[in-house]
């Protein structure tokens, strides 16, 4: 999404009196791709071939017609995890690590100046959550990277260590965010939702960041940003200050 001139831009997070909770979306917000569709043609191209490689390709006509169609992007989240039903979570997990190590060694993994707010948030003592629609073989060597304390994602079903194609629960997308974040801050009773922070770049983020007393629009989305007047943007390309502001004024 271009930035939108004329709307406040985020600032560094300003200290707190105490840590508070940060909560940031993954996808095209702290990762400047999309890990799900990334990940996928990673696992099963470069462990099955050609057939691998037909498997995702099937995945992603089937998850685009349902796009075409207007399905909920949860429709969408669960159809991804359909395309896991028989790999074993031990595999799947060794191949997501390799999927890091390989992909975050080029410039440009993360959004620049997303990891370097987040990079000062964590100074500062602040708890940084990771909301995602993904799942943990891609998100916890992310998370272990940033010294984040928190993934909420969504869980696909396992049964004796082998996916199973279903979700457990509700795909943490949309409402699912929401409810996510809420038992989370449920957890900290001392901090309090309006002390907290939120990162997103899609109007599906939109439950997360009307948690947070400081939510931070990524890119400027101009629909995000006309159901949140009070937000901030944060330019995906923002120039960053490898000593001082993550963010501009």
Same mark, same amino acid.
């Given at each position: ?24 979306? /993954?996808?095209? #917000? ?23 490689? !037909?498997?995702?390709?099937? #995945? ?9 169609? !207007?399905?909920?992007? $949860? ?8 395309? %896991?039903?028989? &790999? ?5 997990? $060794? %191949?997501? #690590?390799? %999927? ?13 100046? *997303? ?38 994602? #969504? ?11 279903? /979700?457990?629960? &509700?795909?943490?997308?949309? &409402? ?6 809420? $038992? ?5 009773? +001392? ?5 907290? =922070?939120?990162?997103?770049? +899609? ?10 007393? =400081?939510? *931070? ?15 901030? /943007?944060?330019?995906? =390309? ?9 963010? =501009?004024?």
């Amino acid at each position: 999404m271009p930035d939108l001139p004329n709307r406040p831009r985020a600032s560094p997070p300003a200290p707190p009196a105490h840590p508070v909770l940060v909560f940031s979306d /993954v996808d095209e #917000t702290l990762y400047s791709g999309k890990s799900l569709f990334d990940f996928l043609d990673f696992y099963f191209t470069g462990l099955y071939g050609p057939e691998g490689a !037909g498997h995702v390709a099937e #995945t992603r006509r089937r998850i685009a017609v349902l796009a075409d169609t !207007g399905a909920p992007r $949860e429709t969408a989240n669960r159809a991804y995890y359909e395309a %896991w039903r028989g &790999e074993r979570i031990a595999v799947v997990r $060794e %191949w997501g #690590t390799r %999927w890091f190590a390989q992909r975050s060694r080029a410039d440009g993994f993360y959004v620049p100046a *997303v990891r370097a707010a987040l990079r000062t948030h964590r100074h500062r003592g602040d708890r940084i959550a990771l909301v995602s629609g993904s799942f943990s073989a891609v998100l916890d060597p992310i998370a272990s990277d940033i010294g984040a304390r928190h993934v909420l994602c #969504t869980r696909p079903e396992l049964s004796d260590g082998v996916y199973t194609g279903d /979700v457990s629960g &509700e795909p943490c997308i949309g &409402e699912g965010k929401r409810r996510a974040v809420r $038992e989370l801050v449920a957890r900290y009773p +001392h901090i309090m939702p309006a002390d907290c =922070h939120g990162y997103g770049d +899609h109007l599906s983020d939109l439950p997360m960041l009307t948690e947070v007393g =400081h939510p *931070v629009v990524v890119g400027g989305s101009p629909e995000l940003l006309a159901r949140l007047p009070r937000a901030r /943007v944060l330019p995906r =390309h923002a120039a960053v200050s490898p000593t001082a502001s993550n963010c =501009h004024t």
